[in-house]
């Protein structure tokens, strides 16, 4: 159904400008595609004097608990930023290879109720954008554009949002959690249940694009020292790792096992648990990042082959009978790869150890041994994302403990496939990331 409608607008910003505001928009199935919105000031609405409401330029309470020292300093309307009609894209029409992906131009979709849209700085590329692009999740809207790990500047803010204000500086979760649901009430926003509706990449758009627009509790403010790129990296990594081991009820001091050690979340692993004490055993299938595990602190790397476990089955990694685990079983098992190592690593388990699994990168399926696990008392729990709550504690963790991403390369965003192809070729140490604005500036 085609959809005219005309809204006129007249807001007054002291010192800002004054602007109106005509907009078509064409709803086709369920994405609203904007057809033409004439440029204006993103401050409209939301200056009212030259000294603003200080609300613009206060950090939330969560927030200032968790970093005393590092807080946001820029406040809402430092400068003026006009909204074009349209933006480069990287749009995945389809599921399929990395080539598939398209720079386009596309509409910039300007924020509903409860909404912002951010301007995007940088965007992680990641293993779950690979199984996004390969169509694994059915629920995925087509096309889509791909790209989860979004940092960037609040530059328009729609109705109902109180959270952020435009000049923000702020990285995404995963999706929105909606606040007022049972899971949300009890802080556990991970399971929110309408969250499926704000998924990040899968079913609205994502961060392989110059702006990005989505629910506003779906980001959250950077502490001050935090540049965009590396910022954009620590919510699926190290925010995904601290969510598990709270999860996984981790104390200080166990010993862990660490499968793909070399990726961006098993990177973050070994960070996090040798800044907390433990005995890290990191599991990886190249020789060639045996040294770079070891210069994250990993106490002991293992470096495996993976083999066939025959006809139409998929390659296996083996260590649990590496005389180092044979003769002393891990309490916890963080399992970050999937089907290739998850067996291993359950059988490296001591009797009441932990498995905590947060990735399937081959998106396979494994069959449990269920007496191994009754007889040894043994807890295998899922894992997914982070909190707002958690990812405000993990950066302060990070500076606390002096620990950077370590961002090993960074690509255009016109060379999006590139960066696909060099994660499925196995050829990165740490984290990728495009960046959108040339500089590593917000």
């Known amino acids: 159904s085609l959809v005219m409608a005309a809204v006129g607008r007249l807001a007054i910003a002291a010192s800002c400008c004054r602007a109106a505001v005509s907009r078509a928009s064409f709803h086709a199935s369920t994405r609203p595609l904007i057809l033409a919105a004439t440029p204006r000031c993103s401050l409209l609405g939301r200056c009212s004097s030259s000294s603003h409401d200080a609300n613009t330029a206060t950090i939330n309470s969560t927030m200032i608990a968790h970093h005393p020292r590092h807080l946001t300093t820029t406040t809402a309307c430092q400068t003026q930023h006009v909204i074009p009609d349209t933006m480069s894209a990287v749009v995945l029409p389809r599921p399929g290879p990395a080539e598939s992906m398209e720079l386009q131009q596309v509409p910039v979709q300007r924020p509903g109720p409860k909404q912002v849209l951010v301007k995007v700085a940088a965007c992680g590329v990641c293993h779950r954008d690979i199984i996004d692009r390969n169509g694994k999740f059915p629920f995925m809207q087509q096309p889509t554009v791909l790209g989860h790990e979004v940092a960037g500047t609040v530059v328009e803010v729609g109705g109902d949002v109180d959270s952020l204000a435009v000049g923000d500086h702020v990285v995404s979760l995963h999706w929105a959690p909606c606040g007022s649901c049972e899971a949300c009430a009890n802080n556990r926003a991970t399971e929110c ?104 602190g990993a106490d002991h790397v293992l470096v495996v082959e993976r083999h066939q476990q025959g006809e139409g089955k998929g390659a ?127």
């Open 193 to 296: 249940v309408t969250s499926f509706d704000s998924f990040l990449a899968l079913t609205v758009d994502g961060g392989y694009a110059e702006y990005c627009t989505a629910g506003a509790s779906g980001w959250t403010r950077v502490p001050a020292g935090w540049g965009p790129q590396e910022a954009s990296t620590i919510m699926c990594t190290y925010g995904t790792v601290w969510h598990a081991l709270k999860r996984a009820g981790y104390q200080p001091g166990e010993s862990m096992l660490v499968t793909g050690a070399s990726g961006g979340v098993g990177t973050a692993a070994v960070q996090l648990a040798k800044a907390l004490g433990s005995t890290v055993i990191a599991v990886t299938s190249s020789e060639a990042k045996r040294r770079y595990i070891e210069s994250l």
């Open 316 to 442: 296996v990694m083996t260590f649990h009978k590496e005389p180092l685990i044979a003769s002393n079983r891990v309490d916890i098992a963080f399992e970050a790869v999937g089907e290739p190592t998850f067996m291993s690593s359950l059988r490296s388990l001591r009797s009441g150890g932990r498995l905590v699994l947060v990735g399937n990168v081959s998106a396979g399926i494994v069959k449990l041994p269920l007496g191994s696990v009754i007889i040894g008392s043994k807890s295998i729990i899922g894992s997914d994302s982070c909190t707002a709550e958690e990812l405000a504690e993990v950066f302060a963790l990070l500076d606390k403990h002096n620990i950077r991403p370590n961002v090993s390369d960074t690509l255009p965003l016109a060379d999006a496939h590139r960066a696909h192809e060099l994660l499925e070729t196995r050829s990165v140490e740490g984290r990728l990331v495009l960046r959108v604005a040339e500089e590593d500036a917000w």
